[in-house]
């Protein structure tokens, strides 16, 4: 499998391309719904609650030697407005 190369400042940078963003967006939808209710046990048991981005593939490390470049558009906007609902509720 081919990896896009882009070159950067004279270092070789490879990109894991992302595919598939209409079923990313549904994922990020779903991690956001999952997120909006506070859990009040974790909560009053290890006094912190706190939520990470667990979207794939922005959430996981390669195993290859590319990198996964940062959400774009439209993912990156439901992202940031998804850490602020959650925030707010």
């Known amino acids: ?3 896009p190369v ?3 400042l004279r270092k070789t940078v490879r990109y894991k391309k992302i595919r598939g963003l209409k079923r ?5 939808q779903n991690w956001i719904n ?9 909560l009053n048991e290890y006094k912190y609650e ?12 390669t195993l290859t030697n590319s990198q996964i470049p940062e959400p ?7 992202i940031l407005n998804g850490l602020e609902k959650i925030y707010d509720s």
């Open 50 to 61: 706190y939520t990470k981005v667990y979207v794939d593939p922005w959430d996981n490390l």
């Open 72 to 78: 774009k558009g439209k993912a990156k906007k439901d």
């Open 34 to 42: 999952e997120y909006l209710e506070l859990n009040v046990e974790h």
């Open 1 to 3: 499998m081919q990896w």
């Open 24 to 28: 990313k967006v549904a994922n990020i």
């Open 6 to 8: 882009v070159r950067h």
